[in-house]
């Protein structure tokens, strides 16, 4: 008599408004095992039944497999003959393998939120997946945690396991440099796995944890797509896996070996989800609005974001008050409403070699303190602040000749940038930080810290990003009105872990407009305006030194948080008229691009990078159309834009016209002014815009009529 089936147990995740559905997620299990995704894309009928698509889930089994094909459960198991990469691997204090077999012990559905509870009692293990869908921004939060009866050694923990789709090609992932931050890789699909782990203890400019599934024929505007996130600041790894029998996985978790220390109780990060049925964006958009509405933290939500000036590209080190204050007050012309005082204010600091942690005011350059300055500055009518990098300590310093051992790794590591790392897991060191940085931001009208971090670590060690974040969380506590800025050699450190704890980041130390363009096109699938720092450079780039027009500088800048970050006594009168125009047009439609959604667009002609920028509601947009090299046909192609009302008017016009060069002898419409244009035509035949020299960038703005 053959055996009854073991029972069913089903769960359904909704991603609704309230209204409609966004997207739907299924998990089920038989019997006490641990759940399997079984359904992830668009919205399912209320009335599906859960069990019916279980069954219609499974595969088939042929010669050469087992008799029955073991689950690619939320944490795939191999005692439980999993084919492909597990899910956790584990040792006990003695340092034995650990293989559990979790069998099903609770689940609570809370709202939509979803906690799954399962038991290994013979290792005294309990594994607890936990789901939070948010229809306002379409992200399903998701997170593994493990516990322990007694302590373990814990190798590799997942956050909860989820299948890709069969009908995709390639994936995308992120990688990059120093001053090339967000390069994207396409990754053909084959068997075996694509991995990728980072272990420099921070998130790395080539690392961001980041990954995109565009299904076959998907592009940044339809098709269907699927999104990951892993936020967290310490390094993590990914695997994405075709097993032999074509099913896929994708796991998401810490750097491998970085929880040193045995311990009873372990947690992933949170692992954010989406899925799109309109291409990339739909991922982008979701990814942009969970970072600005949820992820990130404001001291006040309804203050516009100030426009910036950093003083780094025009001074270095070399601090004088005179100079500072001149520079200021140019800066302030100019439209600034931020002055932000960088590296070389404190210790002995005249070089990137000294003095990094010895957090006092240098008085040979500040004889009367940073009152002066903070006084003149906001008599300018700009808010001020100034630069740290808490978690580093020059060997040539006061604090490493007092406290060498509170340095992170060996004695005899290789530096960077003349550094070392200081170890954040220790509670003294923390109190340092936090009292030398108290002792500054209580005593002067700081609005604004530039938190850097210039070097990797000389060892992987989760216990640093906790401290590091314990450390950010006490200085919010106690200064609540303070923005900080995550910036680590530009985007060495961007991911939602530390989104969650600051409210800017800079993208890349790269000013060059032209690499700026293709850094901040690719970064928008994930990071919203609101939180990404964009500057106009000098004339001469110090990172490429390509030279560059001031119309493009400015125009890239204002695509982004705008700022200024060069000399700006360098400016001729034409340059500093350009920018206070461009200024002037970024402060007119800051409060709703602020809020906007970022599209980037499918531009037919590839020497062209361009978006769209919408309020959410539609009623109007702004497209930046940067033209990067020179096309190889003579007339520019139409740019079809997106997401707009097909039967809809919109009146669009192109800014800055009289600034087209000579050369561009014909009558397209937008250069005489506004043009009403169906949304049908614009996202089908698309803009025809005039002709313009490359290292250019065309801006049109549209109204839903």
Known sequence: MKDAAPALRTWRLDDHDGRTARQTLVLAARGDRLPQCVYWGPPL????????????????????MLDENPDLSLCPEASRSFPGQPGLILRDAGGTPILPRFHYHSDKQDGEALTLGYADPDHGLTLTFHFAPDPATRIIRARTTLRADSPIHLHWLAAPVLPAPQHSDEMIDVSGRWIGEFALNRTPWSPGIRYRENRTGRTGHEHFPGLLIPCTGATNTQGEAYGFHYGWSGGHRMIAEELPDGRRQIQFGHATGKELRPATRFESAELHLTYSGYGLNGCAVAFQRHVRDRVVTWPDAARPRPVHYNCWEAVYFDHDLPLLRDIATRAADLGAERFVLDDGWFGQRDD???????WTVDPRKYPDGLDPLIEHVHGLGMTFGIWFEPEMVNPDSDL?????????GAHDQTLGRQQKALNMALPEVRDFLFERMAEILGNHAIDYVKWDHNRVLPMPDADQTR???????RLRAAFPAVEIESCASGGGRIDFGILGRTQRIWLSDSNDALERLRIQHDAALFLPLAVTGSHVGPRRCHTSGRILDIRLRAWVAAQRHMGFEMDPRELTEHEAAVLRNVTAWWKDNRDWMTRADIHRLDASDPAVIAEQQQARDGSRFVVFAGKAATSTQIAPRPLRLTSLEPGAT????????DALPALSRGTPLL???????PGAWLMHHGLVLPWDFPETMAVIEGRRL
């Open 45 to 64: 009928p209320p009335e599906a039944d859960l069990a019916t698509l279980a069954a219609a889930h499974a595969i088939d089994v042929t010669g050469g």
């Open 352 to 358: 990137d070699t000294r003095s990094l942690s010895d």
């Open 400 to 408: 490493h000749r007092a406290h060498p051992d509170w340095a992170l």
């Open 467 to 473: 401290g590091s974040y314990a450390l950010i969380d």
């Open 650 to 657: 919109y009146r669009v016009a192109l800014c800055d016209a």
């Open 671 to 677: 250069k005489d002014g506004p043009v009403d244009l």
